[in-house]
């Protein structure tokens, strides 16, 4: 079976999932979809066309940090205060993705996280701003954290990783959830009914919006 990029084939608009792989808003250089393996409702991501291993080089643009605040705001009023997070990888099949190696930025209804929790998890966090992560990161790995991203999209946690770290929020909000190791681990529970009830409630958010611009 040919192993096709699902991203790639969703910016193409082939649909492997349904409704889950639905495209919810595009403007021509990124597009958000509802997550397989969605946690929480809500729970959405935001995909570049092109193919890439990380955000890194696109957190500088204006386009990107314009979709992205439109896309979190209107998460955010449909399901409450969102978070966002990435897991840099810096190369093709690296154990810091989460199984799909196109770049993609998380953003989940969910504030149940807060710097003590990265603050203890052993890995060091560095306050910046997005505008600097390129810079920063240069060619490492790296884990990125928004705490508040709808409100304040500029504001990010950057940790630099020495070796690759797998799951790392989606562990700690399953944690946070109380939920076993199997409830969280997308293959097992890909939870397309969650990712169905993300595109069915924001579908008519996103539709009205480019009807009113
Ligand atoms: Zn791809
Ligand atoms: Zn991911």
């Known amino acids: 079976m040919e192993n096709r990029c699902r991203f790639c084939a969703v910016s193409e608009n082939q649909q492997s999932f349904g ?18 393996g969605s946690l929480v409702e809500g729970w959405t991501l935001i995909v570049p066309n092109e193919h890439c291993v990380s955000l890194r080089a696109h957190y500088g643009s204006s386009n990107f940090g314009a979709f992205v605040s439109d896309i979190a705001g209107k998460v955010r009023d449909a399901y409450g205060s969102v978070i966002a997070f990435e897991h840099g990888a810096n190369h093709e099949g690296s ?6 190696d196109h770049a993609h930025l998380h953003i989940v209804p969910f504030d149940g996280i807060d710097v003590e929790d990265l603050d203890s998890s052993g890995i060091v966090f560095h306050m910046m701003n997005v505008a600097d992560i390129a810079q920063v990161v240069g060619s490492s790995e790296y884990l990125a954290f928004f705490p508040d991203i ?16 797998s799951q790392f929020f989606r562990r700690l909000i399953g944690y946070k959830l109380g939920l076993s190791a199997e409830e969280m681990d997308y ?3 890909p939870r397309l009914d969650v990712a169905s009830a993300t595109a069915m409630a924001l579908m008519p958010v996103f539709e009205t919006a480019a009807e009113n611009e």
Do not use: E
Request: proline share 5%; with cysteine.
């Open 19 to 36: 409704v889950a792989d639905t495209k919810l808003a595009s403007d021509g250089r990124y597009f958000a979809i509802p997550s397989i």
């Open 95 to 100: 154990a810091t993705g989460c199984g799909t």
């Open 150 to 165: 709808a409100a304040n999209p500029t504001h990010v946690r950057v940790a630099i990783l020495d070796a690759s770290v």
């Open 187 to 189: 293959h097992k529970s």
